[in-house]
């Protein structure tokens, strides 16, 4: 709200800058013209996005086309030199035109002197005075300067204004605030000795955003000081417009026969010239797009399309094709061969194993076929040759197994009969015992054979001997010796033997020829009874104390003969327990 008796400070609506452009619409052109593109009349410089920086371009290529313009806006903000006094803008400053004694009070002026004994300075002209501090900080008069101001959304402005301090106390703080959005980092204006300063920034305003409230906030509010003059406020920017606009082209009509050509007898060639939305004329009288040709003659075609016309012709000759036969398809074994022929006189060959010769001889198995050229026309005939392979049997290379273990010989074939050298006659079988084992392996009347020999090692065997429970401070020797092995025990040792003094799962294993052996063993260690009768201690006459050495499970003996795990003492002597439980025992005493 306005101060009481001050100056209508609000600014008068201005008119919106120029925030738009409009290059046209699209449009569409036939190949071969170009399309003119205009750019929007009254600007200094023009970008196109092919690089042009005319006004109007032409083009013949169908694409997006944007043209950009650039203009400075100029300073937005209305008597922002204060030349025309206190108008244009509003303050939460309260307005006077003869003094500024009170905080929180302003003027324009020329000489600050003028308006407050304590301030001096002065500017190129009126600047706004205005008398800051606690008073007009705790009143929330934060806004010195506001005024609403047109912008073009997505612009970026700078914001600039001159500032001094009045007296040669605390100097004021003061930030841009558009439309109550701080536009750090705020300004702490130069001491008093420094005279006028320039101070800018850059905000950019949001999309679909016609006008901005901006404000000169005043952040700080001391006791002293926070006096200051304000001049040449200024918003401008340079203005960066855009319009796109598409250029399509229509295509005269594409028409290709393709190239003159020689059929082969029996052989039909697919003439087609559509093209949409066409229509068609051939030399014989045919109106249709396409047709096929199985005759010799020169054929042509008018095709017209959207207004245009294009032509083509093609000249069709027909010869007669070169025959042959290779003959059925055929099974043969492998180690055989079989002669494959495509003769025909004068004619040159093609095979699918690559040769050029007019016969092939072949012994693997596959689909063969051989092309015959002759005079441009061509002719090709194929057929599968078989050959049965022999059986792969693979045993295995020769092994040794340990002690207990099996191998499984597998001589399996899709159809397949077979005879081990001992008399069986199963695919596959499983070996535990030593020996040479051969097997002859028949499918489709072809035989193959493979043998291994076989060996077992003994295993290395130690017994750790069963579970067991010591009492703690006691140990166990546990022995894996096997002459000649190598040893891994659950604890990482690599020795034969291992001394055990604490509980556990402990486990060892013997290698020895590629066979092993592993056992275990549970040693478990009983604990001593913990007995704890308390420090040495004096009682006073008449006085009685507590001795408790109960423990789970345990039996007691005092050295008076007591056998209870807890008692009560009066009188002066040494007091010893001994506790058994689980086997271990424990000593204390007590004075």
């Known amino acids: ?62 694409g997006n086309y944007w043209c950009q313009v650039t203009y400075p806006s100029g300073n937005l903000v209305t008597n922002g030199d204060f030349s025309s006094g206190n108008t244009g803008f509003s303050s939460q400053y309260i307005y006077s035109s003869t003094n500024l004694q009170n905080e929180g009070y302003y003027t324009v002026g020329t000489d600050a002197h003028n308006y407050h004994s304590q301030f001096q300075g002065t500017g190129t002209g009126n600047f706004l005075i205005a008398n800051g501090g606690y008073v007009s900080w705790l009143n929330n008069q934060f806004d010195v300067w506001c005024q609403s101001v047109p912008v073009c959304p997505g612009q970026t402005y700078t914001l600039s204004y001159r500032a001094r301090t009045l007296s040669n106390d605390l100097p004021a703080r003061i930030i841009w605030r558009m439309d109550g959005i701080d536009q750090w980092p705020e300004a ?47 918003i401008s920017g340079t203005i960066v417009l855009s319009d796109t606009l598409h250029v399509g082209v229509t295509p005269l009509p ?22 949409p939305g ?71 060959y093609m095979w699918s194993v690559g040769s050029a010769a007019s016969t092939i001889n072949v012994s693997t198995s596959g689909l063969y076929w051989a092309q015959a050229d002759l005079n441009g026309c061509s002719h090709r005939d194929s057929v599968v040759v078989n050959f049965t392979p022999l059986p792969v049997v693979d045993l295995g290379n020769d092994t040794t197994l340990c002690q207990g273990q099996s ?32 097997v002859t392996v028949t499918a489709q009347g ?16 130690f017994n750790l001997g069963p579970d067991t429970t010591l009492c703690v401070g006691n140990s ?19 020795a034969s033997t291992i001394n055990v003094s604490t509980s556990g799962l402990y486990w060892a294993q013997a290698d020895l020829n590629g066979c092993s052996h592993r056992d275990s063993v549970v040693v478990n260690f009983t604990p001593l009874p913990v007995v704890d009768l308390g420090n040495d201690t004096t009682l006073c006459q008449g006085q009685s104390l507590t001795l408790n050495a ?39 005493r007590s004075m």
């Open 278 to 348: 066409g229509s068609y004329l051939w030399n014989d009288g045919v109106i249709t797009a396409s047709r096929n040709i199985s005759s010799a003659g020169n054929f042509a075609v008018t095709v017209t399309a959207q207004g245009c016309s294009s032509s083509d012709q093609i000249n069709v000759a027909v010869n007669p094709v070169p025959t042959f036969n290779l003959g059925p398809d055929t099974t043969l074994c492998v180690g055989n061969s079989i002669n494959l022929s495509a003769a025909v006189p004068g004619a040159s």
């Open 407 to 438: 191998l499984t010989l597998n001589a399996t074939v899709p159809g397949g009969s077979y005879l081990w050298n001992d008399g069986v006659t199963t695919a596959s079988r499983n070996i535990s015992s030593a020996g040479n084992f051969a």
């Open 188 to 234: 702490t204006l130069p001491a008093y000795s420094a005279g006028w300063q320039n101070f800018t920034a850059t905000w950019t305003a949001a999309a679909g955003q016609t006008s901005v409230n901006a404000c000169l906030h005043v952040t700080s509010g001391d006791g002293v000081g926070d006096d200051f003059g304000i001049d040449d406020i200024s």
């Open 446 to 461: 072809c035989s193959s054979s493979d043998q291994i020999n076989v060996a077992v090692n003994p295993l290395p065997t």
């Open 254 to 275: 594409v028409v290709n026969l393709g190239p003159d050509t020689t059929l082969c007898q029996g052989e039909t060639l697919a003439l087609n010239a559509a093209v």
């Open 1 to 62: 709200m306005l101060a009481a008796g001050a100056l209508c400070l609000l600014a008068t609506p201005r008119l919106l800058a120029q925030c738009s452009i409009n290059i046209g619409n699209d449009t569409v052109v036939c190949q071969g013209t170009q399309a003119q593109l205009h750019g929007p009349p009254g600007f200094s410089n023009y970008l196109w996005n092919t690089g042009q920086v005319s006004q109007d371009i032409s083009t013949g290529t169908a």
């Open 476 to 494: 166990i020797n546990l022995s894996a010796a096997v002459p000649g092995a190598s040893y891994t025990w659950s604890v990482g040792s690599a």
């Open 550 to 588: 109960t423990v789970p499970g345990g039996s007691y003996l005092w050295n008076d003969g007591v056998t209870t795990a807890s008692r009560n003492i009066s009188s002066a002597g040494n007091f010893a327990v001994t506790v058994t439980a689980q086997g271990a025992a424990a000593q204390t």
